[in-house]
T-cell receptor, first 113, second 114 residues
Framework: GESVGLHLPTLSVQEGDNSIINCAYS??????FIWYKQESGKGPQFIID?????DKRQGQRVTVLLNKTVKHLSLQIAATQPGDSAVYFC????????????FGTGTQLKVEL | DVKVTQSSRYLVKRTGEKVFLECVQD?????MFWYRQDPGLGLRLIYF???????EKGDIPEGYSVSREKKERFSLILESASTNQTSMYLC?????????????FGPGTRLTVL
């Protein structure tokens, strides 16, 4: 999962397995959360978002789960593919804070063939 | 598709030089942002702008300034570059002010200050 520090957490999974990337957010007032994917040499790309009035949202092969009680967010990727290899960031925002996004430090996902 | 472009992918400058990083978005977005990205620290907000001629400090504005003379363009300025400003710089834009929403990112500029 994501954490503050100088080393990027790494998750290694076999191709075809499911991946779960975790994120602990800090602000209990945050009401909007986004997952971004950043491939090498590129800017972050939006994957999926969720608002605080939901606890689960599904996209294509991805699911985001939100647990507000413990301030925890997760991204599940089904049937992980080599193209999923990237750094994944969670971001949080709250309406009263000018809607600035606060990003986590990122998790490196490596897909092994 | 929203397109956010940055003027350079790679830039090498010397200590003390004035550096301009340019960002242009083509979707008439009101909000624009500059971040720097460093290993293990994630993305940190330097400055943002809600609209033309408006600017707000982010979390780490020291050593930087910005300019937003036109809606589509947001410039980051390093008045006197220092080695600790060596980093990846990412620009982003967002459609609506006052609403938490998806930000669209440019490809980044990797700046090296010697």
């Amino acid at each position: 999962g994501e954490s503050v520090g100088l080393h990027l957490p790494t998750l290694s999974v076999q191709e075809g397995d499911n991946s779960i990337i975790n994120c602990a957010y800090s602000n209990s007032a945050s009401d909007y959360f986004i997952w971004y994917k950043q491939e090498s040499g590129k800017g972050p790309q939006f994957i999926i978002d969720i608002r605080s009035n939901m606890d689960k949202r599904q996209g294509q092969r991805v699911t985001v789960l939100l647990n507000k009680t413990v301030k925890h967010l997760s991204l599940q990727i089904a049937a992980t593919q080599p193209g999923d290899s990237a750094v994944y960031f969670c971001a949080e925002a709250f309406t009263g804070g000018g809607n600035k996004l606060t990003f986590g430090t990122g998790t490196q996902l490596k897909v092994e063939l | 598709d929203v397109k956010v472009t940055q003027s350079s992918r790679y830039l090498v400058k010397r200590t003390g030089e004035k550096v301009f990083l340019e960002c242009v978005q083509d979707m008439d977005h009101e909000n624009m942002f500059w971040y720097r990205q460093d290993p293990g620290l994630g993305l940190r907000l330097i400055y943002f702008s809600y609209d033309v001629k408006m600017k707000e400090k982010g979390d780490i504005p020291e050593g930087y300034s910005v300019s937003r003379e036109k809606k589509e363009r947001f410039s980051l300025i390093l008045e006197s570059a220092s080695t600790n400003q060596t980093s990846m710089y990412l620009c982003a834009s967002r459609l609506l002010a006052g609403r938490a929403d998806e930000q669209f990112f440019g490809p980044g500029t990797r700046l090296t200050v010697l």
